[in-house]
């Protein structure tokens, strides 16, 4: 992946409106085509988008409700 920014620069995010400014920054300090700007992994997990995430289990819930979800719509479709 350094290969392929230092040599083809930043990709570019197909829908970034889709996210979070923080995030939007997090991904920016990690992909600087300058080594010199680019953040090490220590400074990066002081990045508020890592210091200020919610616990992993907060994901239970959502992972849960998306895959009734997408069960329900299966059901529907194959009646």
């Known amino acids: 992946?350094?290969?392929?920014?230092a040599t083809k620069g930043i990709p570019e995010l197909q829908q970034p409106k889709l996210l979070s400014p923080l995030?939007?920054?997090f991904l920016s300090c990690c992909l600087?085509?300058?080594e010199a700007r680019r953040w090490s992994a220590q400074e990066l997990l002081q990045h508020p988008?890592?210091?200020?995430?919610?616990?992993k289990s907060s994901l239970v819930p959502?992972?849960?409700t998306v895959k009734e979800w997408k069960e329900e719509r299966r059901m529907r479709q194959h009646h």
Request: proline residues 5%.
């Open 62 to 64: 959502l992972i849960m």
């Open 32 to 34: 600087q085509t300058d």
């Open 23 to 25: 995030l939007r920054d």
């Open 49 to 55: 988008f890592v210091t200020l995430a919610k616990p």
């Open 1 to 5: 992946t350094q290969l392929l920014i």
